[in-house]
């Protein structure tokens, strides 16, 4: 493909940052599913629990029964799960998850083995916290890069020397919170997405939708952010990220459409007259 992929965000959630606790009933959650995937998101990932710095705690048994009702009823979709807890990754991967995203970057190598016979991908996600959810911590730009590079370094290696294939692995170097509380790092890592790819030479996923560092950048409230969130995306396909994770794929695919067309040229053009 010439775009990235979309990865359209399905928070079954009582206390999300971005939609408060729109989807936490199950037939909520389905049917906003379905909405994301008729507007254009590829995969649909399921986010049982919320992780911004503000979130209640929630235990794998919570998790596991709001994602129960919600994996069953979209089976025939690809689905990604996002939480870091192994009991809740257990019953995702048995219960029809194609990918994994765990905000800790699957940290525990006693699990490895585990991991290993899965053949579900895993989004490998780095973050300055390194375990649980976000927190306000304030980290110098000039720093992430070489931290973010280090924690790549080792987990990729580990991960690998497992037994896990580089076809399993996509790389997430976190934004927003997982940075700092601060914009200047997510805008430092956005700027250098291609410096990621061309290191490890594995796909990247990117979630720049509607996080705090945007809403500080542009001073627009949470109800306004879209326009700026969708400059972030495409600047990140510029940039070579294969997947993006967003609560708006409808608009992204719509403007990916343009930018795709306008970046092949006129000969692409002249195929859709």
Same mark, same amino acid.
């Given at each position: 493909?010439?775009? /990235?992929?979309? =990865?359209?965000? =399905?928070?079954?959630t009582e206390d999300s940052f971005s939609d408060g606790g729109r989807y936490l009933a199950a037939d909520n959650a389905i049917a906003h599913a379905r909405r994301l995937h008729a507007g254009g998101a590829d995969i649909i990932e399921l986010g049982p629990a919320s992780s911004h710095p503000d979130a209640a705690k929630v235990t794998p048994e919570q998790e596991i029964a709001r994602l129960a009702p919600v994996l069953d009823a979209l089976g025939d979709l690809p689905l990604a799960v996002d939480s870091y807890h192994p009991a809740t990754q257990r019953y995702a991967a048995e219960h029809g998850a194609t990918y994994l995203n765990d905000i800790q970057g699957f940290p525990d190598p006693r699990r490895y083995d585990e991991l290993a016979a899965l053949t579900c991908r895993l989004v490998v996600m780095h973050s300055v916290q390194h375990l649980g959810p976000a927190t306000r911590v304030r980290t110098e730009p000039q720093t992430i890069w070489p931290a973010i590079e280090r924690f790549f370094d080792a987990r990729v290696t580990a991960l690998e020397s497992a037994g896990i294939t580089r076809?399993?692995?996509?790389?997430?170097?976190? *934004?927003?919170?997982?940075?700092?509380?601060? /914009?200047? /790092?997510?805008?430092? =890592? !956005?700027?250098? *997405?291609?410096? !990621?790819?061309?290191?490890?030479? *594995?796909? =990247?996923?990117?979630? /720049?939708?509607?996080?705090?560092? *945007?809403?500080?950048l542009t001073n627009t409230a949470l109800s306004d952010v879209g326009p700026a969130t969708l400059a972030a995306e495409l600047h990140a396909t510029t940039q070579g990220a294969d997947y993006i994770r967003t609560h708006d794929p409808a608009a992204l695919s719509t403007a990916l459409i343009v930018h795709t067309t306008l970046t092949n040229g006129a000969e692409c053009l002249s195929t859709k007259r």
């Open positions: 493909m010439d775009r /990235p992929l979309l =990865v359209g965000i =399905v928070n079954i076809d399993r692995l996509i790389l997430d170097p976190g *934004l927003g919170y997982f940075l700092g509380s601060t /914009p200047e /790092p997510s805008l430092t =890592v !956005l700027a250098n *997405l291609s410096r !990621l790819k061309s290191r490890y030479n *594995l796909p =990247v996923l990117v979630s /720049p939708s509607r996080k705090s560092f *945007l809403r500080t």
